[in-house]
């Protein structure tokens, strides 16, 4: 019997340095009547519990396609992968052939050559069906490094009962947002709304609520410190202070979906990778009380940032042909129906929109619009570093360690010592 599909700790991953990145003997990936063969090691950064299980499964089901491929399949911690991937590529061993690479990591891995371009193989199968915005993610110098996986944004996901309880409506802007905070508060006991504070993705829809950004790529210009970036800290601040949100400085994703799957807040900030989770919560066994619109609009309009998930290929892996076609699979149009059937996220190919199982998904006819709508990140090499001076001055702001305006400037600061040459 052959065996399936082997589930390891990634410990265990890289301890064994000489299993990892699919070194098993075969070095073109293929027996020697062209069928595709050996192992390919994929690190998979999804949710446990919830969405590992079907990309599992669909790695499963790519190895009954390829009978003569062994995919190892690694469940990665999101908040590890991106050092860790960085660590094992260049010490030259202990990368897996395939990672799912947040988008920001994408430009960064291929500047630093630890990404094969996959232009002209089968990775890219269909190319010209990518959504533009998401395609965007996967190129850099001119190549593509990618295949993007899913894509989303970010809303106000909001308990239906306790909204109806408190007599109140979803908040379309952040003053909308305190005065509804407060009533929820003064007629359940309930807090409004939980603000994630160990983490600066979650600044973002403020900040460009406020009409700021990180930086200006084309200008090549730090923008963080201007005066909408000192305003978004202000009104972040001001939710805590005023008692509309709650935050933390630690574990804030496992707080933060606790506190709501339990009906301690009646709102979050947060995406469609968070909808599988939050069924599983007391307050949502009847999914209908789950109620998600656009994140409240700051003074200069409504915003959240584009996110998402491409899967790129090792530059070092032994095993191409082999993680080329397994890549191609997991990002083709009938794995992402699956995807977006099963756990509510976003395809990024065109075609996937008018299957009936996802056009009739209304989780995914919500966000869809708003993808439409998200406001790109640079992608430059230093976009995914920018959130680590982000979120320690973030953190420090809502907790009252600093104010908004030193915070904002720390950040850019420490943005023109990363970014050499910058204004």
Not at 265 to 272: E, L, Q
Request: proline share 5%.
């Amino acid at each position: 019997m052959r065996r399936g599909i082997t589930a390891t700790a990634l410990a265990a991953t890289l301890a064994l340095a000489v299993t990892a990145c699919g070194t098993d003997g075969k070095s073109d990936g293929k027996s020697s009547g062209g069928e595709l063969s050996g192992t390919v090691t994929w690190w998979d950064t999804s949710t446990v519990g919830s969405e590992d299980k079907v990309f599992k499964q669909l790695a499963e089901d790519f190895e009954k396609v390829h009978p003569k491929v062994d995919v190892t399949y690694v469940n990665v911690p999101f908040g590890d992968a991106q050092n860790k991937f960085k660590n094992a590529a260049q010490s030259g061993s202990g990368a897996p052939d395939v990672i799912r690479s947040e988008v920001a990591w994408t430009p960064e891995f291929a500047d630093l050559g630890y990404l094969a371009p996959l232009d002209g193989t089968p990775a890219l199968k269909n190319e010209q069906d990518f959504l533009p915005q998401a395609a965007a993610s996967t190129k850099y110098d001119g190549k593509t490094y990618a295949a993007p996986q899913v894509i989303d944004s970010m809303g106000i996901f909001y308990n239906k009962k306790i909204f109806a309880e408190a007599g109140v409506e979803v908040p379309t802007t952040v003053d909308e947002l305190k005065t509804v905070s407060k009533t929820i508060k003064d007629k359940t006991g309930r807090t409004g709304l939980y603000l994630r504070g160990d983490d600066a993705y979650w600044f973002l829809s403020f900040l460009y609520g406020e009409g700021g950004n990180l930086v200006d790529a084309k200008t090549k210009t730090v923008t963080v410190d201007n005066a909408a970036g000192a305003k978004a800290m202000t009104v972040v601040k001001d939710l805590v202070d005023s008692g509309a949100a709650k935050t933390d400085a630690t574990d804030g994703w496992e707080n933060m979906q606790a506190a709501f799957k339990d009906g301690k807040v009646a709102m979050m900030i947060n995406g469609p990778w968070a909808i599988a989770d939050t069924y599983g919560g007391a307050q949502f066994k009847d999914k209908a009380n789950l109620g998600i619109a656009p994140v409240p609009a700051g003074s200069a309009g409504q915003g959240a940032p584009q996110g998402g998930h491409n899967l790129a290929v090792y530059a070092g892996s032994k095993n191409l042909d082999a993680s080329y076609a397994f890549t191609e699979y997991m990002t083709s149009a009938e794995s992402q129906a699956k995807v977006a059937k099963e756990l509510n996220l976003l395809p990024t190919r065109t075609s996937v929109y008018s299957q009936p199982d996802v056009a009739g998904n209304e989780i995914v006819g919500f966000f869809k619009p708003v993808v439409d709508k998200a406001i790109e990140r640079p992608w430059i090499p230093e976009t995914g570093s920018l959130f680590a001076p982000l979120v320690t001055e973030y953190t420090k702001v809502l907790t009252g360690q600093t104010t908004p305006e030193k915070g904002v400037k720390a950040t850019g600061d420490a943005y023109r010592k990363l970014l050499k040459g910058w204004k």
